[in-house]
Nanobody, 116 residues
């Protein structure tokens, strides 16, 4: 199993980024997927979760209204569209595959840096 994130970078406050997570070696359409993030010196936190069919989604409070998670089960790719980014969104963003809320695979992450 391999998860590969991309799309991170440096943007100014108010900018947007679209993260992608390509999944290999798993039955992607049957797996709940998550985006998590970890800022330097802080605890890891869940950003968003999306169920197998893409219809069941949830967001952390900080992501509501600004971030949109989606998935393409035909391409085995998970996405996170992030708008109106803030400096406090600066973190390493990773995708996580889970079965029944039990995570079993993590990507290496993609760095997002938001400047003032």
């Amino acid at each position: 199993v391999q998860l590969v994130e991309s799309g991170g970078g440096e943007v100014q406050s108010g900018g947007s980024l679209r993260l992608s997570c390509a999944a290999y070696g798993l039955d992607f359409s049957k797996i709940t997927m998550n985006w998590i993030r970890q800022a330097a010196g802080k605890e890891r936190e869940v950003v968003s979760t999306i169920e197998t069919n893409g219809e069941g989604v949830c967001y952390a409070d900080f992501a509501n209204g600004r971030f949109t998670v989606s998935r393409d089960n035909t391409k085995n790719v998970l996405y996170l569209q992030m708008n109106n980014l803030k400096p406090e969104d600066t973190a390493l963003y990773s995708c996580v595959a889970a079965n029944d809320s039990d995570p079993f695979a993590w990507g290496q992450g993609t760095q997002v840096t938001v400047s003032q």
